[in-house]
């Protein structure tokens, strides 16, 4: 592994996020992700942190009520597109998420929560694809490793009036934790 440095990790989170980034949680015995396109990263209490945004109803949400620590696993391809959104979904109050995906659990350099990883199948067109078909790589990830620092759960009534009624007609509200970044890198 990689390690990477947080100018360049916060330009590729900053560029990715909107397409999809895997969040991973674990509850202590069972990990969970899901894909999250919401989130800031900057200098929070003097130290390179990511916000991410977690509704209530979320099976992960309860695993950061549990184990405050989450990874961050961003695509830096576009082979992730069908778990992205497979995960993003899908609950893990229903599905085994990486029985379904060609996801797999990776441990973490630093944590106990894992990264996600992937032994992806390439379309025949993909570089990492040899003319005999062969596959001469996996998956390129930039993984994130976060200490929940701060978390709070939103003011529906402090919202704008469009905002509210758009994302929240519900009222399942999201909860913002602020993560530290204890650990940044990438496969080489």
């Given amino acids: 592994m990689k390690t990477v440095a947080i100018e ?4 590729l989170f900053t560029s990715i996020i909107g397409k999809g980034i895997f969040l991973t949680t674990t509850d202590g015995i069972k990990p969970d992700t899901m894909t999250i396109s919401w989130g800031e990263m900057g200098v929070v209490w003097g130290a390179p942190s990511v916000t991410v945004m977690v509704r209530k109803s979320r099976y992960t949400h309860g695993n950061l ?9 961003i695509p830096l391809d576009e082979s992730m597109k069908k778990a992205l ?30 990264v996600v990883g992937s032994d992806a199948s390439y ?16 998956a390129p990830f930039l993984y994130l490793e976060c200490i929940v620092q701060y978390e709070q759960d939103m003011d529906v009534a ?7 009624i758009k994302f929240y007609p519900d009222e399942d509200i999201h909860t913002f934790y602020v993560g530290k970044i204890s650990a940044a890198y990438m496969e080489k």
């Fill in 8 to 11: 360049e990790y916060g330009q």
């Fill in 65 to 73: 009520d549990k184990v405050k620590a989450f990874t961050l696993s």
């Fill in 85 to 114: 959104a497979y995960c993003g979904s899908n609950s893990a109050f229903n599905v085994d998420k990486f029985a379904n995906t060609d996801l797999k659990i990776v441990a973490s350099q630093t944590g106990t929560v894992p």
């Fill in 123 to 138: 379309p025949s067109s993909h570089p990492a694809v040899g003319g005999d078909g062969s596959v001469s790589a996996k």
């Fill in 158 to 164: 402090a919202l704008a009036d469009e905002a509210r």
